[in-house]
């Protein structure tokens, strides 16, 4: 039940973005629902080797280096899926800041605090 819980609130988080980033687009909530899943899958699957390649990088920029790599699996969760899209890296950049803010704000008031396992 609470990933179906943490599912809707990413779907949300995303439907919210194009309001904020208008060079962020979403055609609906079914878009949203299955972009989601792939954003979860890929910060799974990739994320962590991605890190892992880039951990000299990522030391020497202080950590900085983490919000590059989550804009470009942010942007290419855009390239995957058809009706999610994304103009640029920029946008890819203040998106993919947006969506995790967004998502935790949305778990923290639905949820009461606890922690969603994001």
Same mark, same amino acid.
């Given at each position: 039940m609470? #990933?179906?819980?943490? &599912?809707? #609130?990413?779907? $949300?988080?995303?439907l919210i973005l194009p309001y904020i980033i208008p060079?962020?687009?979403?055609?609906? !909530?079914?878009?949203? $629902?299955? *972009? *989601?899943v792939v954003l979860g899958l890929i910060n799974a699957l990739i994320r962590p080797l991605l890190v892992l390649l880039t951990l000299?990088?990522?030391?020497?920029?202080?950590?900085? !280096?983490i919000f590059v790599i989550n804009a470009l699996l942010f942007q290419f969760a855009a390239w995957i899926l058809k009706g999610f899209e994304v103009a640029d890296f920029w946008s890819a950049l203040f998106g993919s800041i947006l969506y995790s803010l967004?998502? &935790?704000l949305l778990a923290w008031l639905i949820l009461g605090g606890r922690s969603p396992n994001l």
């Amino acid at each position: 039940m609470r #990933i179906l819980i943490t &599912w809707l #609130i990413n779907a $949300l988080a995303l439907l919210i973005l194009p309001y904020i980033i208008p060079s962020i687009q979403i055609r609906g !909530f079914g878009t949203a $629902l299955a *972009a *989601a899943v792939v954003l979860g899958l890929i910060n799974a699957l990739i994320r962590p080797l991605l890190v892992l390649l880039t951990l000299p990088v990522t030391v020497l920029t202080l950590g900085l !280096f983490i919000f590059v790599i989550n804009a470009l699996l942010f942007q290419f969760a855009a390239w995957i899926l058809k009706g999610f899209e994304v103009a640029d890296f920029w946008s890819a950049l203040f998106g993919s800041i947006l969506y995790s803010l967004i998502s &935790w704000l949305l778990a923290w008031l639905i949820l009461g605090g606890r922690s969603p396992n994001l």
